[in-house]
């Protein structure tokens, strides 16, 4: 049993060390490929249609559509996407039967923080501290309450007065509206804007030259992110490659975010993230492209190729390819992708630019988001299993599923595994060995946090585009030392969505939604 627990608690450690050693190298590897500011493509270069899928995002509209507008392409062959939803309205209607109790409970808040928190999901966070204290003073609460929450805008009513003006500012970009009334959450909305996109698009557009890609409210990607992506769809004698994906930076405060512990411990998430992106999403892209060029046999191929996950906000898929492999799913949009074009033995790239988004502000949106990642993860495994489409891709496809079945299995019990371990070297009195094991791990910690670190300040540095809401650090080691405490919990933090999920099948509860659902 001692050499059991050993093993376990070891190989834990010394697969950390490898991801990040990784992720060091794949981050060294994206900086090498990335373009001057001042690069022009040379030669065609594809259409490229961003999607902004829309659910109470009234104050965050405006940024990412000017962002995404002011992307550095050629007139005429960027467009955008906007699709609200029938369900934001839906649900603001629904809700007006609890606003009394709404009120009451606002009354009866420990404080104006408090209080903010309790309108989540009812209005932007931006206004939220300010709708509740207004309703705290008012000597008629419940109609105060009310009246405010009716005065605020959808996102419908707010994409129609702002969208014509910000054309007007880029005239070179396709800009569109749609509004998705069906039922359905994020995946329904972005499959009716790729269902017409052909009335969308100039004729001229070829949907094999052609991306689809995806950025959340929050998103504010590098200005030259669409130079790099004509960059990587030219490269080479071959096809356009089916995916290319542009990793996330959460190195950006959202509105919704207080001073705290639980913030520290966000704030070193947001860090961690950097060597996850890194040594596993990059690392992973462009070990396929390794592979592949090595000219393996097929059936080696298909076992040695990782498995790719996408990555939602800035996945860029080819417009055919996304058709033929049925487009975005439930429960989530952008897991089943990477899932399927893995089985599929897709041609793969990653950009070396990055889209800087909100971290999450709470820690149980995190949880929730996780917990919705878990779903997904589950049931993509499912679909791998047994649906015919993805079956007929032989090998491939049974490589993703026990890969992904795997991986999931250890997501869901790993972190009890070395918890287990440790306490049975406690119990066994094998104090020394568990000691060695925990000095070596705070040392690991220390350096990865260390490292995490110094990438963020490299990062945000090199993003161009970057706004007043970008999150440093700390300003160098010294200040940020504070978060580092907070790394040595972050693989609680990961598993708190599988907890969080399970608990919630065993009690019988719907699945919510994560962190864009504001």
Not at 245 to 272: I, K, V
Request: with cysteine; aromatic share 4%.
């Amino acid at each position: 049993m001692t050499a059991a627990a050993l093993t376990v608690l070891w190989g834990v450690l010394l697969w950390g060390a490898a991801l990040s050693a990784r992720a060091a190298l794949t981050a060294r590897a994206l900086d090498r490929r990335r373009l001057p500011a001042e690069a022009a493509p040379a030669g065609p270069v594809p259409h490229v249609v961003l999607l902004v899928p829309a659910l109470r995002e009234q104050e965050l509209l405006g940024e990412v559509v000017r962002a995404a507008a002011s992307l550095a392409y050629p007139p005429g062959l960027l467009h955008l996407v906007v699709v609200t939803t029938e369900r934001e309205e839906r649900d603001k209607r629904a809700a007006a039967d609890r606003l009394p109790a709404l009120a009451a409970a606002l009354a009866g808040a420990a404080g104006p923080e408090d209080a903010a928190a309790r309108l989540t999901g009812l209005v932007p966070s931006g206004r939220a501290a300010g709708i509740a204290r207004r309703t705290r003073a008012s000597a008629d609460p419940a109609g105060t309450l009310r009246a405010e929450v009716a005065a605020v805008p959808t996102t419908r009513e707010v994409a129609e007065e702002l969208l014509p003006r910000i054309a007007a500012e880029h005239p070179g970009v396709g800009l569109h509206h749609l509004h998705y009334t069906a039922d359905g959450a994020k995946s329904g909305q972005l499959v009716h804007a790729v269902e017409r996109l052909g009335a969308l698009l100039p004729a001229g557009a070829d949907p094999a030259f052609t991306y689809v890609g995806l950025y959340d409210a929050d998103s504010q990607p590098d200005r030259t992110t669409l130079l790099h992506l004509a960059a990587a769809a030219t490269r080479g004698d071959g096809p356009p490659p089916d995916l290319v994906q542009q990793l996330p930076l959460q190195l950006r405060r959202p509105t919704a975010a207080r001073r705290g512990a639980a913030d520290a411990l966000l704030r070193a998430h947001a860090l961690a993230d950097l060597r996850r992106r890194a040594g596993v999403e990059a690392h992973r892209i462009l070990a396929r492209a390794r592979i592949r060029s090595a000219r393996l046999p097929a059936a080696v191929t298909a076992v040695a190729e990782p498995v790719v996950y996408g990555v939602g906000a800035g996945l860029f898929v080819r417009h055919d390819t996304l058709v033929a492999i049925g487009m975005y799913e439930e429960p989530v949009d952008d897991l089943l992708v990477g899932y399927k074009l893995s089985a599929a033995g897709a041609s793969m790239d990653v950009l070396p630019v990055f889209n800087l988004v909100d971290r999450y502000a709470t820690v149980s949106a995190l949880s929730r988001a996780y917990a919705l990642v878990a779903h997904g993860s589950l049931a993509g495994c499912r679909r791998l299993l047994t649906d015919p489409a993805l079956r007929a891709h032989g090998t491939r496809n049974t490589v993703v599923l026990a890969k992904e079945g795997l991986d999931t299995l250890w997501w869901f019990a790993g972190p009890a595994v070395v918890l287990g371990a440790a306490a049975a070297l406690a119990v066994r009195g094998a104090h020394a060995a568990l000691l060695g094991w925990a000095a070596a791990a705070l040392a690991y910690g220390a350096a990865h946090a260390v490292w995490c670190v110094r990438q963020a300040d490299r990062r945000l540095r090199a993003h161009r585009g970057a706004d007043a809401r970008a999150e440093p650090p700390g300003g160098g080691l010294g200040r940020a030392a504070a978060l580092y405490p907070a790394f040595l919990v972050q693989p609680l933090l990961h598993w708190a969505g599988p907890v969080r999920h399970t608990v919630r099948l065993l009690r019988g509860r719907p699945v919510t939604h994560g962190k864009t659902e504001r």
